[in-house]
């Protein structure tokens, strides 16, 4: 599903150059469930902006689901986004002026997908993580789990290949940040690949496999044993 | 260009516009205001223009007076202090030598500059009004209203010195009973009986003009006053294409060479120039409608850069939902195209409510002053020009959203996630 073969990026703060990746060599297959840890400034962040195509790498190769993604124009880059790639992010990004369905149909508004088509997918969306009944809420009345529920539904709503997950769990409890691990797990046993950055130790090991970054390069890639998250929900 | 015609591309510009209508309201008042005043101040520059056009339409824009004086410098052996005395010779003269001469009126009057006034009698009421020997000519200077039934005086009356007479409003008042009709009666004046052909509706306009006054033919009236081949003014008018000033100096140019006066003796032949003053008049008021064109398009300007502003200020705002939007898949086009549409939105709504909160305002002060002696009459903005207004708020919308549209779009969708 994913390939990165030799990638490199560095940025530029002044006449200082601040290598960020030296040299990453990753693949994920598909249905995968991806943890990639790191303490900040290790450049899991960075690694999954160009995972994202919100930023690019300075070289080396990237190809998703076959389709290599270079030297992608930014109407491009957005259509791949749209298309590919579901985002779930740690401060939900949710738009705060629409309610929660249409937070969800948002992704679909842009694959041109008609008005009552939206509608009923994402209402199905929503239903699947257990919100319909909250579906006209602004994401003011809801509470920081059912935001980030709003969150999940709305990157699986357009039925991307991969889901990326920018520290999922990083503004919420624990009780709710296991609730939403549980449901991580739940899309990931339907057989979506997903990757979640996080540098929680326990939030990795509800993942299947670790990627350890450190200073720019993996240090540590390994499969781990599942631990499922619905024993810690009530 | 599908993007404007998608219902969902309006749903989505209506909910960011109502998503903080304090912004909205504070972002369409400039412009509000821009055509509020452009719509106010031009249609009342039209309204005084339109006020000045229905006073002054019973006279000739390009009229003037033409009276003889005495003359200021000795010439060809006269001495200076002669007094000129124009003659009925000098119309044919004048309208031969000077193209540009529409109409030329010969008057004589009898009651106002320090002659008697026409003693008039009917049975036992009587009265002092001013008479006028006039030619049909006159009527093609100054508009003479006559009620139904009535005429002004016409050639034969001129040619067989007909004793008829056109009386005023007051004078058929004061002369004959409310139910008696004046057409067809005799009235004496100064002891010689005319008939009344018409009634004049008082109209004002020209200087001297009363609703008193008696019109008689003119070769009638030198007979009764013994005038001779005298003129005591001309009433003149020229072509609407003509330069009056230049008309009226041939005129008196023209005049000085018959009486002989001096050429350079200005004393000599007065005037009084209608039309220099009607140009003084409407050039205010063009003035007017000009200013406030100006005034008008400056303030839109104004108010549009007031949008472009305080969308800039939104998009900052918005950086993240714009970002959001961007990482789910919104091209840079859909972004820019949402922001000059908001722009477009907000600058034309604004518009609409300011051209009919304008008109409204006109309205009112139509009808407040509606009827009165205020020079002020239909104060309208003729429509091409709201059109105008319209089209350039159009086009400065777009311009103005052009800007915080590409400050929304160079923003990566990265940077503006980042950003909390």
Known sequence: MIEIKDLHKSYRMGSNSLHVLKGINFSVEDGELVAIMGSSGSGKSTLLNILGMLDVADSGSYHLDGVPIKDLSETKAAQYRNKFLGFIFQSFNLINYKNAIENVALPLYYQRIGRKERQEKALKYLERVGLKQWATHLPSELSGGQKQRVAIARAMAAEPKVLLADEPTGALDSTTSYEVMDLIQKINDEGNTILVVTHEEDIAHMCKRIVHLKDGVIVEDKMVEQVRAAQYVQ | MKQLFDRDTWIEIFQSIRKNRLRTFLTMIGVFIGIYIYIGLSGAANGLQNGFEREFKTIARNSMFVWAQQTSMPYSGFKTGRQIQLKLSDAETLKKQIPEIEAIAPRNVQGIFGSNPGVITRGLKSGNY?????????????????????????????????????IGERTQKELFDDEENPIGGY???????????????????GPFDNDSDIFIPFTTFRKLYNTGENVSWFTIAAYDDANV??????????????????????????????????????????????????????TILAGVIGIGNILLISVKERTKELGVRRA?????????????????????????????????????????????????????????????????????????????????????????????
């Open chain 2, 245 to 298: 000033i230049e008309v009226e100096k041939d005129i008196k140019a023209t005049l000085r060479r018959i009486h002989q006066t001096h050429p350079q003796d200005e004393k000599a032949i007065g005037s009084f120039n209608l039309g220099e003053m009607f140009n003084k008049i409407f050039g205010f008021s063009d003035g007017l409608i000009f200013l406030s064109l100006v005034v008008g398009i400056a």
């Open chain 2, 130 to 166: 001013s008479v006028f020997g006039d030619f049909p000519e006159f009527t093609k200077i100054a508009t003479k209203r006559i009620y139904d039934g009535g005429r002004f005086i016409n050639d034969e009356d001129i040619e067989q010195e007909r004793k008829v007479c056109v």
């Open chain 2, 187 to 205: 009235i004496e004046i100064d002891g010689v009986n005319f008939q009344v052909v018409g009634v004049h509706k008082f109209a004002g306009g």
């Open chain 2, 328 to 420: 789910l898949g919104a091209t840079p086009g859909e972004v820019r195209n949402q922001i000059i549409i908001e722009a477009l939105v907000l600058t034309l709504l604004a518009g609409i409510i300011g051209i009919i909160l304008g008109a409204a305002t006109l309205k009112l002060i139509d009808s407040l002053t509606g009827g009165g002696d205020f020079p002020y009459t239909n104060p309208t903005v003729p429509i091409p020009y709201v059109l105008g207004s319209l089209m350039l708020m159009i086009i400065l919308g777009i311009l103005i959203g052009l800007i915080p549209a590409q400050r929304a779009v160079s923003i990566r969708p990265i940077d503006a996630l980042r950003e909390e």
